[in-house]
């Protein structure tokens, strides 16, 4: 079957720390995996994505390299901001499929 | 331009009750979807929809959750006799074509549902 399994949050860090946060996942065939940020208030946002094996996704800062030898994703950031505290989603879904499979979301406090 | 957009935003319920949840996408979109997220969880696949028709239904939990999008953009995710074990939020997502995961999904802000 299909899963993905996040580290537990929540992640408290001081603001201009490295940031990691870990995901695995377990999957038929090969997949594209995703990372999704939601901020306080709002919905769900494309952060980053990485459509097959050793492909990086990147954005606003944030990396996540595809590993389909360990089958994880793990998210990174070299200085994270204040700005940065929210709730992050792994994500793995399979080309021509639609449906998405979320891990449980890992909550960032980034304190000033 | 808007996003999409949900309502309500919460809405309170007794056991027994029939609900409906309404979901706006983004203008010309044609793949709607539907997610739960239960406390603690990451959202759960529930259904899509790509134009009038549901392509994939087989997150619905039972035959008391039902969707329809009759005109091919505002969906409805309708709940007969609820149960405290449906109290989640749901979440409403939708993309400019459902053909690939390559396609973004773009999601709305979620209807709180409490079942008391």
């Known amino acids: 079957g299909n899963s993905v399994t996040q580290m537990e949050g929540p992640v408290t860090l001081s603001e201009e720390a490295f940031l990691t946060i870990n995901c695995t996942y377990t999957?038929?065939?090969?997949?594209?995996l995703f990372w999704y940020v939601q901020y306080p208030g709002e919905g769900l946002q494309l952060l980053l994505k990485?459509?097959?094996?050793?492909d990086k996704g990147s954005n606003k800062g944030f990396e996540a390299t595809y590993r389909k030898e360990t089958t994880s994703f793990h998210l990174e950031k070299g200085s994270v901001q204040v700005s940065d505290s929210a709730v992050y989603f792994c994500?793995?879904?399979?080309?021509?499929?639609?449906?998405?499979?979320f891990g449980s979301g890992t909550k960032l406090n980034v304190k000033p | 331009g808007a996003g999409v957009s949900q309502t309500p935003s919460n809405k309170v319920t007794e056991k027994g009750k029939y609900v409906e949840l309404r979901c706006d996408p983004i203008?010309?979109?044609?793949?709607l979807y539907w997610y739960r997220q239960s406390l603690g969880q990451g959202p759960e696949f529930l259904i899509y929809?790509?134009?009038?028709?549901?392509?994939?239904d087989s997150g619905l939990p039972n035959d008391r959750f039902f969707a329809v999008r009759p005109e091919g953009s505002v969906s409805t995710l309708k709940i007969q006799r609820t149960e405290r074990g449906d109290s989640a939020v749901y979440l409403c997502?939708?993309?400019?074509?459902?053909?690939?995961?390559?396609?973004?999904?773009?999601f709305g802000p979620g209807t709180r549902l409490t079942v008391l």
């Open positions: 929809f790509q134009g009038t028709g549901a392509a994939d």
């Open positions: 203008s010309g979109h044609t793949a």
């Open positions: 990485a459509t097959k094996a050793d």
């Open positions: 994500a793995l879904s399979h080309i021509n499929f639609n449906k998405f499979y």
């Open positions: 999957a038929t065939g090969y997949p594209s």
């Open positions: 997502a939708s993309s400019a074509s459902g053909t690939s995961v390559y396609n973004e999904q773009f």
